[in-house]
């Protein structure tokens, strides 16, 4: 799932998209993180802009993720089909990254069901 998702990304203007725990090569830069939820995965996508573009990061985060992930359809490597719904949540604009980058997050479901 997590590699759709990041083929998905790279489909819009930050081609530099790394899944979590992996180092990215230049800024700016997306993070995608995979967590449990009780609905189903949770998606958690952090991007990173360099110091004083926080509203070129605030239109990627409300736009751009938008227009990429919401109600996309998704197949994973063992073939399964998956949908990506928003979640409403995000997190205001963090400057304390180690990086010198700021970063926002937002969150999308993947309902699932466990069999």
Known sequence: MTIA???R????KIKNVVEYGSEPTSVPYVVVKLESGQAGRMVR???HYPQGYGRDLEK???NDLSL???NWKGTDSYGN???LKETDEYTDIVATNDDDTISMER???VPLRLH
């Open 107 to 109: 969150v999308f479901l």
């Open 45 to 47: 996508v952090i991007p």
């Open 68 to 70: 990429l992930l919401k």
């Open 81 to 83: 089909t998956f949908v």
């Open 60 to 62: 990627y985060i409300f």
């Open 5 to 7: 998702i990041i083929k």
């Open 9 to 12: 990304l790279k489909t819009g």
